[in-house]
């Protein structure tokens, strides 16, 4: 209920009424609960609407149109993402709009978490509940999610690739903010027929070194899962991509056979639709699962293979992760001068990326 008073207030008279877990529940949809409109419940219990009418009405057409459309957000926004989710204003002129709701205690603005930062803003999830009523009355809910939706799969996607190299932790920082923000463009976008699916598709495979790094593997498996579930007629890229990223969450939690099966599909659909750097990936992981079954033989071919084909790509990133994973194979069978080469080479190369995993 984000701290307001009122807001707890009118859920505490309901204590008597329900258990906490069945308040939690009904609490999904705030202000029904908390405060309906039927004429027949005290004025007391329809304060809240009243109280947010109010403040709805006192701003501008074009400011009611702002607002209602920024409820697609999640756990706060920064302007630049506004800008590129609210058709019609630019940029520059969107950091004063927001800034102007924020004046009207219509969006908060969140502490900076780091020097330089760009602005991030946050709507109270009642208010929120309030201007996505409106924008589903208006009959734009869908277009303004698609377009939410896109914008954080190019987020991703740069996050995806900045994760390899010496803007890495900015890139964590920046995805670790919008992480809610992703979820939602997840779950509408999988709820949605072709070709939203495939979108929500590409945004869970752009997601799935985040997923990784920040140990968020079961939860990165079941929205890979649900979306290859989803889009089953994606490009084959696409489904390459999610599954060497699902492989990837499943050897992390130890399902070593089904990592397999999926990378061998990854890289069977890379045969299809040719991409370097995923098939370098899935031929990694592939090698990460064998090994891990102490099936070291095939392990370091595979890893040599992968580091041969991010070579190739020109991906010191990659080839450095396939190098260090030969070199486990190496020493875990007791080829420990061979392992100390690999695992030379693969630091060297990670310096070289400027990424620092090695």
């Not at 939706?149 to 920082?173: I, S």
């Not at 929205?223 to 599954?243: E, G, K, Q």
């Not at 891990?292 to 033989?297: F, G």
Request: glycine content about 8%; hydrophobic content about 45%; charged content about 25%.
């Amino acid at each position: 209920l984000d701290g307001l008073p009122l807001a707890l207030e009118l859920a505490a008279a309901r204590a008597r009424l329900f258990a906490p877990a069945a308040m939690l529940e009904r609490l999904k949809g705030r202000l029904p609960f908390l405060a309906g409109r039927s004429r027949n419940l005290p004025t007391r219990q329809t304060t809240l609407y009243a109280a947010i009418d109010w403040s709805y009405t006192l701003l501008t057409p074009a400011e009611r149109a702002l607002f209602d459309r920024l409820s697609v957000f999640v756990g706060g926004f920064t302007a630049s993402a506004a800008a590129q989710v609210v058709d019609g204003v630019e940029e520059s002129d969107m950091l004063e709009r927001l800034a102007g709701l924020a004046d009207q205690s219509m969006l908060r603005i969140l502490p900076a978490d780091e020097a330089g930062a760009e602005p991030r803003f946050r709507m109270l999830t009642l208010l929120r509940e309030y201007a996505g009523e409106h924008l589903a009355g208006q009959g734009e809910l869908d277009a303004i999610r698609r377009r939410h939706a896109v914008t954080f799969l190019a987020l991703a996607k740069q996050g995806d690739h900045e994760l390899r190299g010496p803007a890495q932790l900015a890139a964590l920082r920046r995805l670790e903010a919008d992480h809610d923000n992703v979820r939602a463009a997840l779950d509408w976008s999988l709820d949605q027929p072709e070709p939203d699916a495939s979108l929500g598709l590409a945004l869970a495979a752009a997601l799935g070194w985040f997923w990784y790094l920040r140990d968020f593997r079961h939860e990165g498996n079941d929205w890979l899962s649900r979306a290859m579930a989803a889009a089953p007629d994606a490009s084959p890229c696409v489904m390459a991509h999610a599954a060497q990223a699902r492989g990837v969450m499943l050897s992390a939690l130890g399902r070593f056979e089904e990592a397999v099966a999926l990378c061998q599909r990854s890289l069977d659909l890379f045969a299809l639709d040719p991409d370097a750097i995923g098939q370098g990936g899935a031929l990694a992981c592939l090698g990460r699962a064998e090994s891990r079954q102490k099936r070291y033989a095939p392990a370091l071919a595979l890893n040599m293979e992968a580091a041969a084909t991010f070579r190739a790509a020109g991906d010191c990133f990659g080839e450095s992760l396939a190098l260090r994973n030969a070199g486990d194979s190496s020493r875990l069978s007791g080829r420990y001068e061979e392992a100390e080469r690999q695992y030379r080479q693969a630091l060297a190369l990670g310096h070289a990326s400027g990424g620092g995993w090695a």
